[in-house]
C-alpha cells in the first residue's frame, strides 16, 4: 500500500477551463527586441483605461447610466463579490442574465447596488443605493448547460428611490434593431470569466448579422448553441479593437433623444462571447423577443404594470424631468448666461503634466518619455543656449547620462530637431510616470491631437474672483492638424523654415487667437492623442513641438515629425539590431571540432557544428555577434538555442500530437495537467513543488524544484483514487546553472503509464520560438492550495537592467499586472489561455530566486527555448541513465 502523504492535499478546483479570455491573451510579444513600434506590448500593463482587465471603453458620467446596477454576493468576511451586472426598468425589478442566478459555488446573489461608479471605493458613495433581493427569476427555457433564453429578472426587497443617480430605463420592444452604433455598459470582466474594473464603463458597438456571427458561434465551436444562433439572440462588435468582454447580464443599449433629453432604451441583455472586433463578436439576448414574459412575470410579482408599460413613448416621459441632456447641446443659452459643455474646450488646466511628459531643468523645456530610461525632446532643448541638458525635473528628478543629438541637426534648422535624452536611472513607471508609443505611420490618425503648454491661472478660469491671478498653470490644447498650404507659420519663425514644412515636420493649431499669456508653449512636448485599443488606452506621441507662438493660435506651430526619425531612433536605442558592417569580428579557433563546446560570447555557450545547422539563423545571428569557426570555416560556432531550434523541427514525437489529444478529451479542470512531487520520508511522503505532465509517462519541472535529491513519487492533483505514482527515473538537464538559473528544467519519467481523461490530460508545450503570449496564467502554490494570477511577458533586455545576473535565452521574464513583486516557488506553472477546445500550452515553469521579492519580474524556464532537448530525451526514454 502506498505510504500516506505528509498532510491532507486540498487542491483548489481552478474552475472549468473556459473560452472566455482576457484581451491581451490574443497578443503575442517577441522574445528579442527587434523595433521600436512594440510599445503597447512592452508596457502593457500601463496602459489599461481605467482597472486591468476591465472593458473596452471610457468611464461613465454619475448620471450617465443611471439604471446600472452591480448585482453581489455578499461574503463571510463583510465585503461583496460583484460578478454581474442589471438594469433597473421598475422602481423594484431589475433585467438581467439568466446565468447570473448563480455563481462558481451554486450560490445565488442577494444585493444589487445602483448609483456608485465606483464599486471598490468609497467615492461616490453618497449616492449609492444598495439593496437586498428578494427573487431571482430565471426565464423558464433557460439552460446552464446552453446559451439560449439567456433572460432573468430580480425583485428587489424594496424600491429604490429615484432620482437622477437611479433612475430605471426602458426597453426598446421592436424586433428590429436599425441603431447603427450602441453602448454596452459594466463594470468590465463583470461575469465569472475574470477580473474587473472598479469603475463603470462605457463601449460602443455596431451590430453585426446573426448570419455572419453564426460563423464565430455555431454548434460546431461552441457546445452550448446546439441549434444555433437564434431570433432572441443580437450580435454585436467593435470594429476598431481587437478582443474583451462585456459584464454578464449588463444592458447593451441605445440612447434616443427627445424633449431635449436623453433616455436610455435597453435593447439586449449581456449573455456571451467576445464583443470587440467583427471576427469576435459579443452575443446579447434580444429584449423585444421577451417583453410579455417581463410584464407577465413582473404582474405575478406585484408590480403594477400593464401592456402599455414599456411603451416607447409613456416610459419614455415617465422620468423625462430627470434625464439628462442630450450630448449635442454645446451650450444651453438663458438671457446672458450660457452653459458650457467643458469637453469641448480647447484648452484645459491640469494640475499636473501628463504622466509621459519630462519637464526638463532648461527653463521652456519638455520631452516625451518613451521608456524607463529613455526621454526624447528637440536638439533646440537638449543642446539650449550652447549647454547640454544635466537632467530631467519631473515627474522625478533624475540626471541625464548621455545625450544624443541627431547628427544632421544643425543651430537655428527646424531640420533633424530631435534628440535622445538617456537617464541614469529607471523612472518608476508603477508611480508618476508613465511611457507614450512612438507613431511609425506616415500619416496621422486623425486631425485632432492635443499638444502641452501653460498660462495664466486667471485667464482659462470658469470661476471669476475680485483681482488677478498671474500664477500659471500647466493646460493641455487641443490642436488641429494643417497641411502644408494652410500651414500658417509667424514671420518670426519663417528663418528655420527656409524651404517650408516638409514631410519632417507636422502642422498643427487653430485659426483663432488667444489673449496674450493664455498658452505658451512646452517646447520639446509632444503632439499626442490617446487611443483605446480593445480595453486599453495607449497615449501616441506623433511629433516633437519645436515653436508656435500661443500653443499654435492664430499662428500655428511645428512639430518634428517622430516616424520621419524611426531608423535613426533605432541605430541608438537598439544598437544591436544593426546591419552587418565592417565591424563585425569573425575569426577561427583552431583548438575547436565538430561537436566541442563553444562559447559565442563571455555568457553565451554554443557547439561547434556544421555551418548547415546553424544557418537558418545565421544571418540574424551575424548581425548582432562577433563570429567564431572551429577549425575551418565550414564548422561554426553556434548559439545552443539556435540549434536546438532547428533540431526541434526534426523531431516528431507524441508532444506534436498533444492539441488534437486534448481537443478530444474535453478537459474540465486546469489541474489536470499538474503532479506534486513525493520524498520518502519513511512512515509517509513529503509533498513538494509541482510538475506539469507532458506525456502519458513524462513529467517535465525545474532542477531548482527537485533540488539534490531524486523524488520517489509523483501525486496527481485530478481528483481520482490512487493519485500516487513511482518515479522511475529523473534527467536534469546537462547543462543546468544552478548561479544564473540557465536551463533549469528536469524531466521525470513514471513507471506506470497514465490513462488519458477529462481529469488527466498533457500540457501541450509552447514551440513558437519567437513569441511569447503576451499575457499568461500562472499557477502556483498558496498555503497548500493551488491559486492562479496573471503574468505579462516583457523583453529580456528590459528585466536585465535590475537583473543581478545574465538572463539566458533559456529564460523568460515576466511581471504580474499589479505591479507587485513576483516571488514564486520553484516550479510554480506558466501556461497560456485555453483555447476554445480546452487545448492549455505549457509556456513556462518558475525558477528559484533568492531576491526576487526586491524586484518587478520574475524569471522562468522558457520552454520553447528547450523544446529541443525535451524531444530528444522523450524519444530516448531508454537511454537515460538510472
Known amino acids: 500500500m502506498m505510504k500516506p502523504i505528509a498532510f491532507t492535499l486540498i487542491a483548489c478546483v481552478l474552475g472549468r477551463v473556459s473560452a472566455f479570455r482576457h484581451p491581451g491573451e490574443s497578443q503575442f510579444i517577441a522574445n528579442e527586441r527587434t523595433n521600436l513600434d512594440d510599445c503597447r506590448q512592452r508596457f502593457f500593463q500601463y496602459f489599461y483605461a481605467s482597472d486591468p482587465f476591465g472593458i473596452s471603453g471610457l468611464p461613465a458620467r454619475l448620471y450617465e447610466f443611471a439604471h446600472m446596477g452591480a448585482i453581489g454576493w455578499s461574503q463571510p468576511n463583510g465585503t461583496v463579490d460583484w460578478r454581474c451586472g442589471g438594469s433597473l426598468i421598475w422602481d423594484n425589478f431589475v433585467l438581467t442574465a439568466a446565468h447570473c442566478a448563480i455563481d462558481y459555488r451554486n450560490v445565488p446573489p442577494d444585493v444589487v447596488r445602483f448609483g456608485d461608479l465606483n464599486i471598490f471605493t468609497e467615492e461616490g458613495d453618497e449616492y449609492a443605493q444598495q439593496i437586498v433581493i428578494a427573487k431571482f427569476v430565471r426565464h423558464p427555457g433557460h439552460r446552464f448547460s446552453s446559451h439560449y433564453h439567456d433572460i432573468a429578472l430580480i425583485r428587489l426587497e424594496r424600491n429604490v428611490t429615484i432620482n437622477e443617480t437611479v433612475l430605471p430605463a426602458c426597453l426598446w420592444t421592436d424586433m428590429e434593431v436599425r441603431f447603427k452604433r450602441m453602448d454596452a455598459v459594466g463594470w468590465g470582466k463583470v461575469g465569472f470569466s475574470g477580473e474587473q474594473s472598479p469603475e463603470l464603463l462605457k463601449m460602443g458597438l455596431s451590430p453585426v448579422s446573426n448570419e455572419e456571427c453564426g460563423k464565430v458561434f455555431n454548434k460546431e465551436t461552441n457546445r452550448r448553441l446546439r441549434a444555433g444562433l437564434q431570433e432572441h439572440h443580437i450580435c454585436a462588435s467593435d470594429e476598431k479593437a481587437d478582443t474583451c468582454e462585456g459584464d454578464s447580464g449588463g444592458p447593451l443599449q441605445v440612447k434616443l433623444m427627445h424633449n ?5 432604451f435597453i435593447v439586449g441583455v449581456t449573455s456571451f462571447g467576445l464583443p470587440c472586433s467583427p471576427e469576435n463578436p459579443g452575443v446579447y439576448t434580444r429584449v ?46 438663458n438671457g446672458t448666461k450660457a452653459t458650457i459643455d467643458v469637453f469641448q474646450k480647447h484648452l484645459t488646466d491640469v494640475a499636473d503634466l501628463p504622466s509621459f511628459i519630462a519637464k526638463l531643468d532648461h527653463e521652456n523645456c519638455y520631452g516625451v518619455i518613451v521608456d524607463e530610461e529613455t526621454v526624447l525632446t528637440t536638439a533646440d532643448c537638449a543642446g539650449y543656449k550652447g549647454k547640454r541638458i544635466r537632467r530631467i525635473v519631473l515627474p522625478e528628478q533624475i540626471d541625464i547620462s548621455t545625450t544624443h543629438i541627431h547628427p544632421g541637426y544643425t543651430k537655428g534648422s527646424s531640420d533633424n530637431n ?21 507613431w511609425h505611420g506616415t500619416e496621422l490618425p486623425n486631425d485632432t491631437l492635443r499638444t502641452v503648454g501653460f498660462g495664466r491661472s486667471d485667464l482659462n478660469t470658469e470661476h471669476f474672483y475680485e483681482g488677478l491671478n498671474p500664477t500659471t498653470k500647466f493646460r493641455t490644447s487641443k490642436v488641429t492638424a494643417q497641411n502644408k498650404t494652410n500651414c500658417r507659420i509667424s514671420a518670426e519663425h519663417l528663418p528655420f523654415l527656409k524651404r517650408g514644412p516638409t514631410p519632417e515636420h507636422i502642422c498643427v493649431g487653430n485659426d483663432f487667437f488667444l489673449v496674450p499669456e493664455v498658452c505658451n508653449l512646452a517646447v520639446g512636448g509632444p503632439l499626442y492623442s490617446s487611443i483605446y485599443e480593445s480595453n486599453f488606452r495607449h497615449n501616441f506621441a506623433y511629433g516633437l513641438a519645436q ?20 531608423e535613426w531612433l533605432k541605430s541608438v536605442l537598439l544598437p544591436k539590431h544593426r546591419q552587418v558592417d565592417s565591424d563585425s569580428l569573425i575569426f577561427s579557433d583552431p583548438d575547436l571540432h565538430d561537436g566541442d563546446r563553444c562559447y559565442v560570447e563571455a555568457e553565451q555557450e554554443g557547439r561547434c557544428v556544421p555551418l548547415a545547422k546553424c544557418t537558418d539563423s545565421f544571418q540574424s545571428f551575424i548581425a548582432q555577434s562577433n563570429v567564431k569557426f572551429c577549425s575551418t570555416t565550414s564548422v561554426i560556432c553556434c548559439p545552443l538555442d539556435i540549434i536546438e531550434s532547428n533540431e526541434q523541427r526534426d523531431l516528431q514525437s507524441d508532444l506534436d500530437d498533444c492539441p488534437s489529444i486534448v481537443n478530444q478529451l474535453e478537459p474540465s479542470d486546469e489541474d489536470g495537467i499538474l503532479v506534486r512531487f513525493g520524498w520518502d520520508a519513511g512512515d509517509r511522503y ?22 539534490p535529491n531524486k523524488p520517489d513519487v509523483v501525486q496527481l492533483l485530478a481528483d481520482i483514487e490512487d493519485d500516487l505514482f513511482l518515479i522511475e527515473d529523473v534527467l536534469l538537464h546537462e547543462s543546468y546553472n544552478k548561479t544564473v538559473g540557465s536551463n533549469d528544467i528536469a524531466l521525470v519519467k513514471i513507471k506506470e503509464s497514465l490513462t488519458w481523461s ?31 494570477g496573471k503574468i505579462i511577458a516583457r523583453y529580456n533586455s528590459d528585466c536585465q537592467r535590475t537583473h543581478p545576473s545574465p538572463l539566458h535565452p533559456s529564460q523568460l521574464c515576466g511581471r504580474t499586472p499589479r505591479r507587485d513583486s513576483v516571488c514564486r516557488n520553484a516550479s510554480d506553472v506558466l501556461i497560456s489561455q485555453p483555447t476554445e477546445g480546452g487545448v492549455t500550452y505549457l509556456v513556462g515553469m518558475a525558477q528559484h530566486e533568492e531576491q526576487c521579492s526586491s524586484w518587478r519580474h520574475g524569471t522562468f524556464t522558457r520552454i520553447s527555448a528547450l523544446v529541443g532537448w525535451i524531444k530528444r530525451n522523450v524519444l530516448n526514454l531508454d537511454r537515460w541513465n538510472t
Open 547 to 566: 515653436f508656435g507662438r500661443d500653443c499654435g493660435y492664430g499662428e500655428h506651430l511645428i512639430a518634428t515629425r517622430l516616424s520621419s526619425h524611426v
Open 686 to 707: 513529503e509533498i513538494g513543488c509541482l510538475g506539469s505532465i507532458i506525456t502519458a509517462s513524462v513529467v517535465v519541472t525545474t532542477v531548482s524544484c527537485l533540488g
Open 260 to 264: 431635449m433629453r436623453e433616455t436610455p
Open 758 to 788: 477529462a481529469s488527466i490530460y498533457p500540457a501541450c508545450l509552447w514551440m513558437n520560438n519567437t513569441h511569447t503570449p503576451l499575457v499568461m496564467r500562472m499557477i502556483f502554490e498558496d498555503d497548500d492550495n493551488l491559486d492562479h
Open 418 to 438: 530631435i534628440a535622445i535624452l538617456k537617464l541614469e536611472r529607471l523612472l518608476d513607471f508603477s508611480s508618476d510616470a508613465s511611457a507614450a508609443c512612438i
Open 288 to 333: 423585444a423577443s421577451y417583453v410579455d414574459w417581463i410584464v407577465d412575470t413582473m404582474q405575478n410579482h406585484g408590480a403594477v404594470v400593464d401592456d402599455q408599460t414599456f411603451n416607447t413613448t409613456i416610459c419614455a416621459l415617465r422620468h423625462a424631468p430627470l434625464r439628462e441632456y442630450y450630448a449635442g447641446i454645446v451650450t444651453e443659452r
